[in-house]
């Protein structure tokens, strides 16, 4: 830098960007935005890869773990099959198949799949029906994370009375349903959901669409770590004392309750420190989209400082970004942690 005259700093930032970028949750205009606009959209795609992705490899993980314990055959082998496969594949081979194998030699949109009649495939992306964001959503996700926190307190409160009492927490039960119901009333009807509307010929209003890049990288991060976290939480389950298994079914609890109730609470403390490296692993393997085309933080800062002559700050950037984005993860998790330790009096 001493050489060819520049100064170390960040006033580039406020520069004219002049590329453009194939989507953005915040608009951006090439024309008249800043470098720090584009990556600000940049870093936004990547919060909507990883937040979804940490939340399906959550769910297809324990799935999978889950299942490689089942009484079918079927199932466990299955279970197994999906691990040894995507484990001993590279990931970057994996997210190539999903962009070229898959998304992009879906039908065009002449010849689309459709599904339902409100879900449509094509090399051009996969529309889906999504809530409209206005007072009505607003006003119901509000109603929903209330009745979340009710239907929680309740659960814990009929816990504390089966546990301390003996009693059968029937009423609470049925008041737990009730509750169920009508989160679910909320979500169907409260939601004011957006069906595509094709307004042209294969052009879709409303509704959300996902890229085919954007379907790539999620899908091939999501099946990549879900191979791991489904060994985690098979290891966690192992951990758990034969005698735990044993005891659940002397009290005529069915191997789903017997996991749910007995197993799965004490695995948790085996599970989650292994689980928030994966969680780690997924935030910085989403750097890959660039390989498939996604216009995330590390596609935008590459162009950047390809443009803007400006390496050593770019890739500080880009270290401070994924470095807070791991701490944040890793401050949830071992908060997380901390709730599921046995706390000796």
Same mark, same amino acid.
């Given at each position: 830098?001493?050489?060819?005259?520049?100064?170390?700093?960040?006033?580039?930032?406020?520069?004219?960007?002049?590329?453009?970028?194939?989507?953005?949750?915040?608009?951006?205009?090439?024309?008249?935005?800043?470098?720090?606009?584009?990556?600000?959209?940049?870093?936004?795609?990547?919060?909507?890869?990883?937040?979804?992705?940490?939340?399906?490899?959550?769910?297809?993980?324990?799935?999978?773990?889950?299942?490689?314990?089942?009484?079918?055959?079927?199932?466990?082998?299955?279970?197994?099959?999906?691990?040894?496969?995507?484990?001993?594949?590279?990931?970057?081979?994996?997210?190539?198949?999903?962009?070229?194998?898959?998304?992009?030699?879906?039908?065009?949109?002449?010849?689309?799949?459709?599904?339902?009649?409100?879900?449509?495939?094509?090399?051009?992306?996969?529309?889906?029906?999504?809530?409209?964001?206005?007072?009505?959503?607003?006003?119901? &996700? =509000? +109603? *929903? @994370?209330?009745? /979340?926190?009710?239907? %929680? #307190?309740?659960?814990?409160?009929? !816990?504390?009375?089966? $546990?301390?009492?003996?009693?059968?927490?029937?009423?609470?039960?049925?008041?737990?349903?009730?509750?169920? &119901? =009508? +989160? *679910? @009333?909320?979500? /169907?009807?409260?939601? %004011? #959901?957006?069906?595509?509307?094709? !307004?042209?010929?294969? $052009?879709?209003?409303?509704?959300?669409?996902?890229?085919?890049?954007?379907?790539?990288?999620?899908?091939?991060?999501?099946?990549?770590?879900?191979?791991?976290?489904?060994?985690?939480?098979?290891?966690?389950?192992?951990?758990?004392?034969?005698?735990?298994?044993?005891?659940?079914?002397?009290?005529?609890?069915?191997?789903?309750?017997?996991?749910?109730?007995?197993?799965?609470?004490?695995?948790?403390?085996?599970?989650?420190?292994?689980?928030?490296?994966?969680?780690?692993?997924?935030?910085?393997?989403?750097?890959?989209?660039?390989?498939?085309?996604?216009?995330?933080?590390?596609?935008?800062?590459?162009?950047?400082?390809?443009?803007?002559?400006?390496?050593?700050?770019?890739?500080?950037?880009?270290?401070?970004?994924?470095?807070?984005?791991?701490?944040?993860?890793?401050?949830?998790?071992?908060?997380?942690?901390?709730?599921?330790?046995?706390?000796?009096?």
């Amino acid at each position: 830098m001493q050489r060819t005259g520049t100064e170390f700093g960040f006033g580039f930032l406020n520069t004219q960007a002049a590329f453009d970028i194939q989507e953005s949750i915040i608009p951006y205009d090439p024309a008249t935005d800043s470098y720090g606009r584009v990556l600000l959209a940049g870093f936004l795609n990547s919060l909507r890869v990883i937040i979804p992705g940490l939340i399906l490899t959550t769910l297809l993980g324990i799935l999978a773990g889950v299942v490689s314990f089942s009484d079918n055959w079927l199932l466990r082998k299955g279970s197994l099959l999906y691990v040894e496969i995507i484990r001993n594949i590279p990931l970057l081979l994996q997210l190539y198949f999903w962009y070229r194998a898959v998304f992009s030699k879906l039908p065009n949109p002449d010849n689309r799949l459709a599904w339902f009649g409100s879900i449509y495939l094509s090399n051009r992306g996969v529309f889906l029906p999504w809530p409209a964001m206005n007072w009505q959503f607003g006003s119901s &996700a =509000i +109603a *929903l @994370l209330v009745l /979340v926190i009710a239907v %929680g #307190w309740l659960w814990r409160w009929r !816990t504390q009375l089966m $546990v301390e009492t003996g009693q059968s927490g029937q009423s609470q039960l049925l008041a737990l349903w009730a509750l169920a &119901a =009508i +989160a *679910l @009333l909320l979500v /169907v009807f409260g939601f %004011g #959901w957006q069906i595509p509307q094709e !307004t042209d010929s294969a $052009v879709f209003d409303g509704g959300l669409r996902l890229s085919a890049e954007f379907s790539a990288i999620l899908f091939g991060l999501v099946i990549y770590t879900s191979a791991y976290v489904s060994e985690i939480v098979r290891a966690g389950i192992q951990s758990v004392a034969k005698g735990q298994w044993e005891a659940a079914r002397a009290l005529g609890l069915k191997s789903g309750l017997t996991m749910r109730l007995v197993v799965f609470p004490q695995a948790l403390r085996v599970i989650i420190p292994p689980l928030n490296s994966q969680y780690m692993n997924l935030a910085k393997n989403s750097s890959l989209a660039i390989a498939v085309g996604y216009v995330d933080i590390y596609s935008v800062a590459n162009t950047t400082y390809n443009q803007a002559g400006r390496p050593v700050e770019v890739m500080l950037i880009i270290m401070v970004t994924y470095l807070i984005l791991d701490l944040m993860i890793s401050a949830v998790m071992n908060t997380l942690n901390n709730l599921v330790q046995i706390r000796e009096r």
